[in-house]
């Protein structure tokens, strides 16, 4: 699914609208909803990618039904987007205007939080947790990608040092998740973990209990993101 799309849906909108604490993820979402078709033509092309001023954004936010502060409120929210790696800017030599981008991290990071927004309407009981862990997400650098190369009969994932993969991460379980080797395929398992396991699909996130894995699938374990890699 599309950013676009995804804020198409009421419930997103309201949230990211009505809840100043996903004031990042509302700028963010907009960005990467600029780079999408038909707003992409509106951005003036720059390091190969449209980027997009003040101005542009605003009636693009408007277009998508998010609020957006013009100017000074902008420029603050933006700021603190491209301390996180998620926003990058172009200042013109000539003039000294700026222009926004959501670079590749911001694209992915928007997608992915807009998912589990969605999610969280159908996960009422985590819905505190879930939202925690997508704030905390804006605030810090993309989650790191763990790369595991399978080559043994069981590999666990969690916060306890005795796992396999272990992972300082407040949204994370003890013993969050295992992979082993089934009936000639590998097979991942959530190990009843607090706040679960999400496959990241090329259009969609996905929870999952168990499942199938191939040779560079990606989970997403608390705020850890994680990439399996299967060919021996």
């Given at each position: 699914?599309s950013i676009v799309?995804?804020?198409?849906?009421?419930?997103?909108?309201?949230?990211?609208?009505?809840?100043?604490?996903?004031?990042?993820?509302?700028?963010?979402?907009?960005?990467?909803?600029?780079?999408?078709?038909?707003?992409?033509?509106?951005?003036?092309?720059?390091?190969?990618?449209?980027?997009?001023?003040?101005?542009?954004?605003?009636?693009?936010?408007?277009?998508?039904?998010?609020?957006?502060?013009?100017?000074?409120?902008?420029?603050?929210?933006?700021?603190?987007?491209?301390?996180?790696?998620?926003?990058?800017?172009?200042?013109?030599?000539?003039?000294?205007?700026?222009?926004?981008?959501?670079?590749?991290?911001?694209?992915?990071?928007?997608?992915?939080?807009l998912e589990r927004?969605?999610?969280?309407?159908?996960?009422?009981?985590?819905?505190?947790?879930?939202?925690?862990?997508?704030?905390?997400?804006?605030?810090?650098?993309?989650?790191?990608?763990?790369?595991?190369?399978?080559?043994?009969?069981e590999f666990t994932?969690?916060?306890?040092?005795?796992?396999?993969?272990?992972?300082?991460?407040?949204?994370?379980?003890?013993?969050?998740?295992?992979?082993?080797?089934?009936?000639?395929?590998?097979?991942?398992?959530?190990?009843?973990?607090?706040?679960?396991?999400?496959?990241?699909?090329?259009?969609?996130?996905?929870?999952?209990?168990?499942?199938?894995?191939?040779?560079?699938?990606?989970?997403?374990?608390?705020?850890?993101?994680?990439?399996?890699?299967?060919?021996?």
């Amino acid at each position: 699914m599309s950013i676009v799309d995804s804020i198409s849906e009421p419930a997103v909108r309201k949230t990211l609208n009505t809840d100043p604490s996903f004031e990042r993820l509302r700028y963010l979402v907009i960005l990467a909803a600029a780079a999408e078709p038909p707003f992409e033509l509106i951005g003036v092309p720059a390091g190969g990618h449209p980027t997009f001023n003040i101005n542009q954004l605003s009636r693009i936010a408007k277009q998508v039904g998010l609020n957006f502060e013009k100017f000074r409120g902008a420029d603050r929210v933006l700021g603190q987007l491209e301390k996180s790696g998620l926003a990058g800017t172009v200042t013109s030599d000539q003039t000294g205007f700026r222009t926004y981008y959501a670079t590749n991290a911001g694209k992915f990071q928007a997608a992915l939080n807009l998912e589990r927004l969605r999610k969280v309407q159908e996960l009422e009981s985590q819905a505190k947790t879930m939202q925690m862990s997508i704030k905390k997400q804006l605030t810090k650098p993309p989650p790191t990608i763990f790369e595991i190369n399978l080559g043994q009969d069981e590999f666990t994932i969690g916060t306890d040092e005795k796992n396999d993969l272990p992972v300082r991460d407040p949204y994370m379980s003890r013993r969050h998740a295992r992979v082993h080797y089934e009936s000639s395929a590998w097979i991942f398992e959530d190990l009843n973990s607090r706040n679960g396991s999400w496959k990241i699909e090329p259009n969609n996130l996905r929870r999952v209990g168990r499942s199938t894995v191939v040779d560079n699938d990606m989970y997403q374990l608390g705020s850890t993101i994680v990439r399996f890699r299967t060919r021996r």
